[in-house]
């Protein structure tokens, strides 16, 4: 069989997934290289594997440019909207809150940008926040989403093919396929307020 996606450890088995680590972290080095130092991340449930991925880019990344680790600064949310915008009010109503927050889905960005303006931020400007996934909406949103974009059409062509091959018998010279998403920088990142 083929899967979308893989699992934590032995994966005995063909698939195509995208490399979750690299694109968050992509996303924490963009923001690091425009200034900022106090990064949020909101999330999606722990115990997924995809979502274990995207925390572990999120560590690494802020690792990798010294930036400091806040546990306090980390909200595990569900997928939805809503549930990125309670986060969001938890991370601005911080005494000290993040100039930047990163959001494992656009979804949950979506949530953290409505909640920003609700509270008078101008994102872009007085905070940063990053989604993950490219979805439609994200270069229509005000300001327009700063993503990961993932090439999902192509991935399930991939997986289409392996499967193909699979049923005919015929060999499938790369049976495990990671694909590393882009960064699409757009206006919801902006330089560290000062």
Known sequence: ?????RVEGDNNFCYVDEDGTAGIRAAVDHLAALGHR???YISEPTHLTKSY???????????????PYDPALVIEA?????????????????????????????????GALNEAQSRGLVVGRDVSITGFDDILLAE??????????????????????ILLKLVNKEPVEEPQIIIRPTLVVRESSGPAPT
């Open 78 to 110: 569900n997928f939805r909207q809503d549930s990125g915008r309670q986060s969001a009010l938890r991370l601005l109503s911080m005494e000290k809150p993040p100039t930047a927050i990163v959001c494992a889905n656009d979804l949950l960005a979506l």
């Open 53 to 67: 991925h995207r925390y572990a880019g999120f560590r690494e990344g802020v690792e990798a440019n010294n930036l």
């Open 38 to 40: 106090r990064l949020g």
């Open 140 to 161: 229509y949103t005000h300001p327009s989403l700063t993503t990961l974009h993932q090439p999902a059409q192509e991935m399930g062509g991939m997986v289409a093919d």
């Open 1 to 5: 069989f083929v899967a979308f996606g």
